[in-house]
């Protein structure tokens, strides 16, 4: 009995809540009424920001996922790699140490916008059939002028 005295309080209090919630009005930033407070000045310091990084060079480049082979694909830091991975499997494609993860089906194929600002060896890895299916490999520095405008894919042994 009591207990149900208190279920019908809660409700009561819920549903009068609701309805000043419902009635209350609501103060947008383009209202012009402003309320004046007494504040303090403080200094502040502006750094200036650091411009966006640019794109060394934009590759694009497809692994399919049914193949036996890895895909090592040789990039530079400061390129961007649009990487897309097909697959004949329902899977997802993880790339771990740049925390990407996508789906991929036949339908399907995983797509990825990487810019790649740091040297090192990243894995491109099935997760549900626990493979790899490639490797992107970015070395220090600048891509040498005559190998401008191409990614080179290697292929190589798992």
Do not use: C, W
Not at 15 to 39: F, M, Y
Request: proline share 8%; net charge positive.
């Amino acid at each position: 009995m009591v207990a149900r005295r208190l279920l019908i309080l809660l409700l009561v209090l819920l549903g009068i809540s609701t309805l000043a919630a419902a009635l209350a009005p609501v103060k947008s930033p383009k209202d012009k009424t402003t309320t004046t407070t007494a504040t303090t000045a403080t200094p502040t310091v502006t750094t200036p920001s650091a411009p966006p990084a640019k794109s060394a060079g934009l590759f694009k480049y497809t692994i399919d996922a049914n193949s036996k082979n890895v895909n090592v694909i040789e990039l530079y830091v400061g390129e961007e790699l649009l990487l897309t991975v097909k697959s004949k499997l329902y899977d997802q494609v993880s790339i771990p140490k740049l925390g990407q993860i996508e789906p991929v089906s036949p339908g399907f194929a995983a797509k990825f916008d990487l810019y790649l600002d740091h040297p090192g060896t990243s894995a491109v890895r099935l997760i549900g059939a626990n493979r790899l299916v490639g490797r992107l490999r970015v070395s220090p520095g600048a891509r040498p002028e005559k190998a401008r405008g191409k990614a080179r894919p290697h292929r190589g042994q798992r």
